[in-house]
């Protein structure tokens, strides 16, 4: 590969020797000297001797040399003084004296013009038509190659411009050909229907870019207020843990008290006989020593009442305090610690704290028999249908509605409380999915395979409304269990979606007494809490937990 020439090299090539300066609109002698036009003819303004001769070798020409533009030399300089960011000035064509700047090329006439000979080449009729473009030097590129004309001609078969020879004599023959006028307009309108999809994809793309930056901040919300609600909930759990490890050390000092003063006081009174029975012993003894018989006799009479006493047997001693029942105490404590799980879930504030949630109503989905609070937690049955827009998502034919959150994942607990307890209603959760249209089993709470409910009555009749049963019944996939137990106002809802578990709870105070539990494998899709009201005296309010 030929090694770059230097650029102080290149820039002398191309400097004109009468100026010094980049050539501009160069001419080429017979000699094969170059020279810029406006150089060459200002030095043969007054010849010397009448003749003319080249400024650089001194050749002598008798007659006027004719001067032939020097293309390939003009680009190399224009493509120099681009590259080397020298402003690139055209010198008008026509300008006789002092060369002023071109501001427009003719392809036609294959000259540059100054805006004053630009003004007479417009206003000539003959040159009305010819094309102009920015000042240049280089033909070649409006030129084609085989024929040397002008590309006035567009070839949509092969799209490239072409000239007039080309589609008569040339490889274009028989080609779809236009004037460049009408191919340059169809491509620019080609152009623009483009850029109108480009600009509609930009702004999909800025929507979309818009969504995704709205979910990221929504989920850093989420995240920022469930980590906060984990906080408070655990806050809660150890609080209750505190407390429980506060009673029972307060409870096993109590024992120790009582234990250890019983104890001591058996310590006391023991010592104390101890102290006695050394005493009579020594006594004794000294007695024993006596060899004087009345002295003997004398002493043992005084004392027998003492030897007596004393050489009775021991009465049984009590036993200790019970250590195995204090030993028992002490493991039911710790028994009770591992069992708190389930006690959390029988202790109403403890679920409300730990798995609270307070649901809204989807009015998407409520029955126009149903009617919802203004803050989608009340559902009241009504005979006066109400005028909510069809839609896919809404039951058409039992009066239902379920909410808009759902349970996906984790443990949820929330609660009902049931206004008109003997009329017709049903609590419990479904599948998003579950039939809406339709008077068919799979449309209706706890006969559909894709509910679990608890209910006022057996739903074996379809909600029949001439019964008014106040019996409790637990549905689901149209099995019915008739349930033995007295509900309050107010019933709890416990999901485990992990474990497969739904629980619903009779709600008295801070005490929940199970109503029953349905045990699934798992759970395929997300679950909703469910309502239905069947009759216009019961109204369902979903309780505040948060």
Not at 83 to 105: I, R
Not at 163 to 185: A, D, F, T
Not at 461 to 483: E, K
Request: with cysteine; charged share 25%.
């Amino acid at each position: 590969m030929a090694a770059a020439l230097p650029p102080e090299w290149l820039e002398e090539e191309l400097t004109c020797p009468v100026c010094l300066q980049i050539y501009t609109d160069p001419v080429i002698l017979n000699c094969k000297h170059s020279f810029c036009r406006a150089c060459i003819e200002e030095s043969w303004r007054e010849p010397e001797s009448g003749t003319y001769s080249c400024p650089e070798c001194r050749a002598n020409y008798r007659e006027r040399p004719a001067l032939k533009r020097n293309f390939k030399l003009a680009n190399i300089a224009l493509k120099y003084q681009a590259v080397n960011g020298t402003p690139v000035a055209l010198p008008c064509n026509y300008c006789s004296k002092k060369k002023l700047t071109a501001v427009k090329t003719c392809l036609k006439c294959e000259a540059s013009m100054c805006s004053k000979h630009l003004k007479h080449h417009r206003e000539n009729a003959v040159f009305k038509n010819h094309p102009l473009i920015d000042p240049t030097a280089d033909m070649s590129t409006w030129k084609c190659i085989e024929h040397k004309k002008l590309l006035e001609i567009y070839c949509k078969d092969d799209k490239v411009c072409i000239c007039c020879l080309c589609p008569v004599v040339g490889k274009h023959k028989n080609h779809n050909c236009v004037s460049i006028g009408e191919g340059e307009q169809e491509l620019r309108d080609h152009l623009q229907q483009q850029i109108e999809k480009v600009r509609t994809n930009t702004t999909s793309i800025q929507a979309a870019l818009d969504h995704l930056q709205t979910q990221k901040e929504s989920t850093q919300t989420l995240i920022r207020e469930t980590k906060l609600q984990i906080q408070e909930k655990c806050n809660a759990v150890r609080k209750y843990f505190e407390n429980e490890e506060k009673e029972a050390c307060k409870y096993l000092d109590r024992v120790q008290r009582h234990v250890t003063g019983e104890i001591d006081a058996r310590i006391l009174e023991l010592e104390n006989k101890m102290e006695d029975f050394e005493k009579n012993l020594s006594d004794f003894s000294d007695l024993l020593t006596k060899n004087e018989k009345l002295i003997f006799i004398q002493g043992f009479n005084s004392m027998a009442l003492r030897i007596k006493e004393a050489s009775e047997p021991l009465a049984p001693q009590p036993p200790p305090p019970d250590v195995n029942k204090i030993t028992a105490d002490k493991i039911n404590w710790v028994q009770k610690q591992y069992e708190v799980v389930s006690q959390l879930e029988r202790d109403r504030d403890i679920m409300a704290t730990v798995y609270g949630q307070t649901p809204t109503l989807d009015v998407e989905t409520a029955h126009r028999s149903v009617i919802l609070s203004d803050d989608k937690r009340v559902a009241t049955g009504t005979q006066y249908r109400q005028p909510y827009p069809a839609n896919r998502k809404r039951f058409d034919t039992w009066g239902q509605v379920l909410c808009s959150e759902g349970v996906n994942s984790g443990r949820s607990y929330w609660e009902v409380e049931i206004v008109g307890v003997r009329g017709k209603w049903a609590i419990g959760v479904c599948y998003g999915s579950i039939k809406r249209k339709g008077r068919d089993k799979e449309c209706v709470l706890g006969e559909s395979s894709k509910s679990w409910i608890v209910c006022s009555e057996s739903n074996s009749n379809l909600w029949s409304y001439l019964s008014r049963s106040t019996s409790v019944s637990a549905q689901h996939n149209g099995n019915i269990t008739d349930l033995a137990v007295r509900i309050s106002s107010k019933v709890g809802v416990f999901v485990d979606f992990d474990a497969g578990i739904i629980s619903f709870y009779s709600v008295s105070g801070n005490k929940l007494s199970l109503i029953c539990t349905f045990q699934q494998q798992s759970f395929s899709e997300t679950l909703y809490p469910a309502l239905k009201v069947g009759d216009w005296s019961t109204s369902l309010t979903l309780c505040s937990l948060t």
